[in-house]
């Protein structure tokens, strides 16, 4: 099973800042890596696919950025409805598909 | 993108079971994946199990294997969860995700399945 670790826990940031957010597989997943966005209360919304290629209607400040083992998700300008947990998912070895723990990012 | 609906919160009690519903309203799921995705109160996210409708493939999280059977309807375009000897761990939020393989960028299909869309959630709740 390939296991995903995500830092920081928790990432405080101010209105407009840049928020950086890591994923770590145990193993390569090449690019086959996603990240998704939970608001609160709501279910998950995938933002990036493919390490690096934006969903649909997701806004250009979320990049992603990454293969092998490492992969990052940038927010260039962090806004109020960006405020959410975080979450990396490899797909690139299943059974079984396995998600980090996840990243909440607050305003500070 | 097509919505996925879910069937509505469910109270159940120790060692019954509960069968959770998803229905892909205004299209189908033809050629895609639906897979089951759990969250325990302020936990992460946890995958349970796929199917791939038309290529007959189901595959279920090990920890999960014996107690979950995952079905689907073409003819309706619903899939359907079934967990049984619930326990009280078992309380949590249960999501269907449709998973695809289509590299928009490219125009390809790449044989690697992401979850582009996520249904409603449907709480579950184990309690004597």
């Known amino acids: 099973e390939i296991v995903m670790t995500q830092s920081p826990a928790t990432l405080s940031v101010s209105p407009g800042e840049r928020a950086t957010l890591s994923c770590r597989a145990s193993?390569?997943?090449?690019?086959?890596l996603a990240w998704y966005q939970q608001r609160p209360g709501q279910a998950p919304r995938l933002l990036i696919y493919?390490?690096?290629a934006r969903a649909a209607g997701i806004p250009a400040r979320f990049s992603g950025s990454g293969s092998g083992t490492e992969f990052t998700l940038t927010i260039s300008s962090l806004q109020s409805e960006d405020i959410a947990v975080y979450f990396c998912q490899q797909y690139n070895k299943w059974p079984p598909f396995t998600f980090g723990p996840g990243t909440t990012v607050d305003i500070k | 993108q097509v919505p996925l609906v879910q069937s509505g919160a469910e109270v159940k009690k120790p060692g019954s079971s509960v069968k959770v519903s998803c229905t892909a309203s205004?299209?189908?799921?033809?050629?895609?994946?639906i897979n089951w995705v759990r969250q325990a109160p302020g936990q992460g996210l946890e995958w349970m199990g796929t199917?791939?409708?038309?290529?007959?493939?189901?595959n279920y999280a090990q920890k999960f294997q014996g107690r979950v059977t995952i079905t689907a309807d073409r003819s309706t375009s619903t899939a359907y969860m079934e967990l049984s000897s619930l326990r009280s761990e078992d309380t949590a939020v249960y999501y269907c995700?449709?998973?695809?393989?289509?590299?928009?960028?490219?125009?390809?299909?790449?044989?690697?399945?992401?979850?582009?869309?996520w249904g409603t959630g449907t709480a579950v709740t184990v309690s004597s």
């Open positions: 199917i791939i409708p038309i290529l007959v493939i189901t």
């Open positions: 205004g299209g189908t799921f033809s050629s895609y994946a």
């Open positions: 995700a449709r998973g695809t393989d289509f590299d928009t960028l490219t125009g390809y299909y790449t044989g690697y399945y992401y979850m582009d869309v």
């Open positions: 193993q390569s997943v090449s690019n086959n």
């Open positions: 493919g390490a690096s």
